[in-house]
Structure formats: structure tokens, C-alpha cells
């Protein structure tokens, strides 16, 4: 099964593709989507949508999973947010995956055992589950947390 996980933001997407067979777990990709800050919302929201349709027509995923939105201390940067986690939701809807959603906090402690782990706990955690995986960016490693975090917890959504 293959099992594409999803950080979103406007900024920069992240994304992370992994197999999973029986209780073994083995890195196939992972990226980031940047999109130009100076284009207009609807530009980047575009693509967003084209560049993360091509990485699921590129790797056929099975299901993905989508970190939830965490609410900023700037209610705009929290609505851009809520935005481009739309655009990862129905790119994957629109191809037709199981899509499961998971809090940050959930993540972490299924990477690392705490919900309150930092970021540099759950990348070296990352480097013991995926040995192999050469990863893009901080949240390229974030949405790779979010794929396997989905792997450990699918059974609590079937």
C-alpha cells in the first residue's frame, strides 16, 4: 500500500510518499510545492492543486493523509492556511483516495511517543524509520511524519 501524506500551506506544501507492507515501512518520494508569493491567492492555489495532482498521478497512492490546521495567532495567516489544506484535500479527493486527517499532536506522538515532541525529535525519528530516504525539506520530513503516522493508526479507520 502506498500512503501519501500531506503537509499543507500556502507557502510551501509538503509532501511525502510511502509503502507500507505488513509492519515494514519504505520511503518512495517526498518534495515540497513552493508557490511565488508574489502571485495573486487564486495563482497559487492553482498551483498547488496542479503540482500535487501530479505527484498522485506520477505515484498512484492508495489513500492519503492530511495534517489538520493548527490556528495562528494571525487569523490571516490561519484562513491562507485553511486554504491551500482545501486545495491538498480535493486533489486527492478528486482522485478518488480514502483521505484521513490527523492533529499535529497525534502525529508527533506516533513518530516519537509525546504529542509535545519538537520538530528536530521527529526528523531524527524519520532518519530510524526511513533509513534510506533522502528528504527535500522540513516539510517534505513533516508530511513523511504524517504518512507514516496514517500507516501506524490504519486500523483506528477502517
Known sequence: MLILGLDPS???TGWGIIAKSGNRLTHVANGQVRTDPSASLPDRLVTLDRELTDVILTHRPDCAAVEEVFVNKNPQSTLKLGQARGVALLAAARAGLPVAEYATRLVKKAIVGTGAAEKAQVQAMLKVLLPAAKVTGADAADALAVAIAHA????AHR
Do not use: S, V, Y
Not at 501506524?152 to 486500523?155: A, I, Q, S, W
Open 10 to 12: 500556502l507557502t510551501c
Open 152 to 155: 501506524h493508526l490504519l486500523g
